[in-house]
């Protein structure tokens, strides 16, 4: 059965992102606690039995949702002015903050999925990550996904979002099963950030001014699949090359090899596919 604790985290702009603390189960804790940073449009609870089984091998864990997104959004969503820059500028850091003083660890290792493995690089407090998992972690730049999301992508970047934004003031993605709905300016970001190589360094000199990547030295490890649509291995590579002081690993997962017929980009958390966390917990190790 889960047990965790239900915090706020207050960012350096006082906006308030709701949280859930999960202490470990075990009696010694492990060296670092887990900071989990979702997917774009993925809530907290998505992770709640992986967060859980995390706590019975030893780790403090925390994991959030970013702002605008599930119970980190305040009124409608047409009127959010959450952006993905923010998660990584502030939600990130103000997350790692939290944790360290709820621990009092001088460290954080961090498993990002997807869109949270991919803001290191813009995120001011870097250096108080011990280490990164990137799940399903790249650029997703979209020239390098591959099957039914290859065709999907252009459609929902160019055609759906802009009219979305004018119509609905936010990004549909819910009813084609890509999570929850978007604030606008995630959902702009996104396109722009995945329509050219490297994402989020798209944004430097524009929205962004302090660029970390080339500072970081932080180990990073990106585990994806071989059937994931969006995590490619050229997009896993493309993510890789923004840090290139950090000592950095790919691994890629093939489904058949785990008795799965697919993990795909979200998989791997859900618990018909726990025989997957071993894998992960076995790269947090510094």
Known sequence: MSQFEQLQIICSDSYQLSARFYSAQTEQKQHYPILICPATGITKQFYNSFATWLSTQGYDVLVFDFRGIG???????????????????????????VLLQKTSAEKVLLIGHSAGGQLLGIVPNYNKVAKVVAVSGSTGHVKGLK??????????FKGIFPIARHTLGYGPTNAIGMGENLPKD??????????????????IGKTVQEDFHPLIQTPITALWSSDDEIATYANVKDLLRLYPNAPTEMIELKPAQYGHKGIGHMMMFKSSHQNLWPVIAQQLST
Not at 147 to 156: E, I, Y
Not at 186 to 203: D, H, L, M, T
Request: aromatic share 10%; net charge positive; glycine share 8%.
């Open 71 to 97: 119970d980190s959004l305040y009124g409608p969503l047409s009127k959010s002015k959450a952006s993905i820059v923010q998660w990584g500028q502030l939600d990130i850091p103000a997350a790692i903050n």
């Open 186 to 203: 995630v959902a702009r970001e996104w396109a722009q950030f995945c329509s050219k190589p490297g994402y989020v360094i798209n944004a």
């Open 147 to 156: 099957g039914r999301t290859k065709l999907l992508a252009p459609l929902m």
